[in-house]
């Protein structure tokens, strides 16, 4: 029996409507002194003295749009689902200057320069701008860990074929600086400590943050799309979670002294380094005489392995029960991705996987509490990461996948708790199957063979429900879908909207064309959801950005 959207969709709005307090912030965001910036307080973002929580999407492209009309279009649309934050590019960096399309920087031979032209840094103060006049927050992101490959062999074709700035991962980012500063047999993680390239970013964040300290618009700053110890360029054997802390602090210090405005966050993953050491440790909590009635235990310590495993016990108890009371039967087997899922692995581990034991070269609960960080980030995505705790789940079990992403949420939730600062998924998303031609691994080292077969658009937006149920019941204060699709876009050669003999290229191999027509849709590495448009194709079940626009009107956003 397959699980449908419909049986999912009460108790998610069961739990929403339960869960609605009278304290929410009204829907229409007014700018007016004396909050015109987002603040902290705690665990809770608040906005004209109000604590908020929200939906967001992704749009990295929306700077490369060729009309202005088309990132008014853009926004328009999001807003109309009740959306309040879109995480963009902030960077996009080429070796050298182009016509074609956008770009902001130059990097060649260890020098940088700055394009504050109208193919330049005046495309991002144009979304700036009409964000303002949207009334919405851009999340702008100052770098990127990933960097297309070369290689054009098939397992990775996807990154030559595509023109520039169509892929995520195609913007520039910390391999060109590597590349550019100390050469093609730099380490990727030279980024982070090498004097000239720090420097040099530096000095990019100052040209960027100065231009919009004033801007109601500007979210907060994100310092790195996923920022790791190795990309395209590998790591460095010296590289550990706190080569990339230390990096934190001094970037966010740097921006904290030219903007004292905007917060400042991470965008790393969210992965956790249990009982590792600290840079910044938590500091004791002051002793409490009296504990008020009733209060709930707060975690007042790092995430442990101990603490990780109990939990994940108690997380599945807490989820099979809820199925069993919403009368949902577990299906015997679905098929993910041409292996047959049913049997999770049930041994058990007593050491730790790679979302959980910093080899990834991130402690996003170290990072979380460097004094500028004003809050935390986290991404879910279950195609390119492992978040079972032992690694010993199949990544290919629908229902492990949809578990793990429950607990991961959960995990972040409590971290913000334990902080006492806001957590949020910056981003998060499944490879469906009518996503699976354009599905490009942010990694562009991962084989996406044409024989694959991937989840269905409604076992997707399945799991997204359960997503956000979790998000919202847990306390998480926003919830960010990866990524926004958007049509009917100026097309024009040489950029990332091209017209369609560029975009024949992006069929699957071995297939016919897809079931649309790409050319006037925007950049899509796997995760494009339109919802709307794609209604009926999924059962007439709901689309994702149907479901963000009911939880939004139910939170009043
Ligand atoms: C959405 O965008 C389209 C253009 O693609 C535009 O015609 C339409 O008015 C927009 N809708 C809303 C609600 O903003
Ligand atoms: C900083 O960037 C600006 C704009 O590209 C450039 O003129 C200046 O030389 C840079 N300064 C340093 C120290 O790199
Ligand atoms: C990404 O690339 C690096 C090599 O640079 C590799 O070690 C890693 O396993 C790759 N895959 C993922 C999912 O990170
Ligand atoms: C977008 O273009 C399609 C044709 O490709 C058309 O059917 C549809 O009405 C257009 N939508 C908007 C909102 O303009």
Redesign the pocket.
């Known amino acids: 029996m397959r699980v449908t959207l419909s049986i999912f969709l009460p108790l998610l709005f069961g739990a929403l409507l339960a869960s609605a307090t009278s304290s929410i912030p009204s829907r229409t965001l007014k700018r007016a002194s004396p909050s015109k910036y987002v603040t902290t307080s705690g665990g809770t973002f608040n906005y004209n003295e109000q604590p908020f929580r929200f939906v967001g999407t992704n749009a990295y492209w929306l700077p490369v749009l060729n009309s202005d009309e088309d990132i008014a279009n853009t926004l328009s649309n999001m807003s109309a689902k009740g959306i309040k934050v879109v995480r963009v590019w902030a960077f996009n960096d080429v070796e050298a200057p182009t016509d074609e399309g956008v770009y902001f920087q130059t990097i060649s031979n260890g020098v940088a320069t700055i394009n504050d032209g109208p193919n330049g840094l005046q495309r991002l103060d144009k979304v700036i701008e009409l964000a303002e006049k949207a009334n919405m927050w851009i999340l702008p992101s100052l770098t990127n860990n990933w960097f297309p490959t070369a290689d054009d062999t098939p397992s990775r074709r996807w990154a030559t074929d595509t023109p520039r700035n169509y892929l995520s991962n195609d913007y520039g980012g910390m391999d060109a600086y590597v590349k550019a500063f100390v050469g093609t047999t730099g380490k990727h993680d030279e980024f982070y400590t090498n004097e000239k390239i720090l420097n040099s970013f530096l000095n990019y964040t100052t040209q960027i943050v100065s231009r919009y300290v004033e801007s109601p618009a500007v979210f907060g700053w994100e310092l790195a799309n996923d920022p790791r110890c190795y990309s395209t360029l590998a790591a460095s054997s010296s590289c550990t979670p706190q080569t990339i802390t230390q990096w934190h602090s001094t970037v966010a210090q740097h921006i904290k002294s030219i903007d004292p405005n905007h917060l400042v966050s991470s965008g790393n993953q969210g992965f956790f380094c249990v009982d590792c050491p600290k840079l910044f440790p938590l500091q004791a909590p002051p002793p409490q005489v009296s504990p008020a009635p009733g209060a709930q235990r707060r975690n007042v310590k790092p995430l442990s392995k101990s603490r990780l495993f109990l939990e994940r016990q108690e997380a599945r108890k807490r989820t099979r029960e809820a199925k069993k009371r919403a009368g949902i039967v577990e299906p015997a087997a679905l098929k993910i991705r041409g292996k047959w899922g049913a049997a999770a692995a049930k041994r058990q581990s007593s050491s730790t996987a790679t979302a959980f034991d910093g080899s990834q070269g991130v402690d996003s609960q170290d990072i979380l509490n460097i004094p500028e960080i004003g809050f935390g980030t986290a991404q879910l995505f279950p195609d390119q990461a492992q978040y079972s705790v032992d690694g010993l789940d199949s990544p290919y079990n629908y229902d492990a996948l949809v578990q793990e992403g429950i607990s991961w949420i959960q995990l972040q939730a409590q971290s913000a708790q334990t902080y006492g600062k806001p957590v949020f998924l910056t981003a998060f998303g499944l490879v469906s199957e009518s996503n699976a031609p354009f599905f490009v691994p942010f990694n562009n080292t991962l084989p996406v063979s044409s024989s694959q077969t991937f989840i269905t658009d409604q076992q997707r937006d399945e799991a997204y429900v359960q997503w956000l149920n979790t998000g919202y019941t847990s306390g998480l204060s926003g919830m960010v879908q990866y990524q926004w699709g958007q ?2 876009l100026t097309v024009k050669a040489g950029t990332a909207i091209a017209p369609p003999a560029t975009s024949a290229k992006f069929r699957r191999q071995g297939t016919s064309s897809p079931n649309y ?1 790409s050319s ?1 849709q925007s950049p899509n590495d796997g995760y494009f959801d339109q919802g709307a448009q794609w209604g009926s194709d999924i059962g007439g079940s709901m689309g994702w950005p149907d479901i963000i626009s009911e939880l939004a009107s139910l939170l009043h956003f």
């Open positions: 049509s009917n027509d006037t």
